[in-house]
């Protein structure tokens, strides 16, 4: 059974910082794509930062200079760094999984991917 479980999220003052986690287990973080996404309300899913097998990043515009994704292959687990918050990156974020034999064409779009986690709510106040 695949599990994506995410944590590390909170509340935020504008300009600080979090570091999220997802930890995976049942299929391994360096053998596939694996992605953040955010979802804030009203809006579409968020594809913000990706990372391949062969350790390809790719970042949205939103988040480049600010967000880094790294993966620990040891402990399975896929992490998200967020530097420098602002009100525009609340919601929930989402780590999710692609199929090990899936090329991703789109690395930030959501319908590339087959596994996905619950979320964690990140809220920044300004």
């Known amino acids: 059974q695949v599990q994506l479980v995410e944590s590390g999220g909170g509340s935020v003052q504008a300009g600080g910082s979090l570091r999220l986690s997802c930890e995976v287990s049942?299929?391994?973080?360096?053998?596939?794509?694996m992605v953040w996404f955010r979802q804030a309300p009203e809006k579409e899913r968020e594809g913000i930062a990706s990372i391949d097998r062969d350790s390809k990043i790719d970042y949205a515009d939103a988040v480049k200079g600010r967000f880094t994704i790294s993966r620990d292959n040891a402990k399975n687990t896929l992490y998200l760094q967020m530097n420098s918050l602002n009100a525009e990156d609340s919601g929930v974020y989402l780590c999710?999984?692609?199929?090990?034999?899936?090329?991703?064409?789109?690395?930030?779009?959501?319908?590339?991917?087959?596994?996905w986690g619950q979320g964690t709510q990140v809220s920044v106040s300004s």
């Open positions: 049942g299929v391994t973080v360096d053998t596939r794509f």
């Open positions: 999710a999984a692609a199929f090990a034999s899936r090329w991703v064409n789109n690395p930030l779009a959501p319908t590339e991917y087959d596994y």
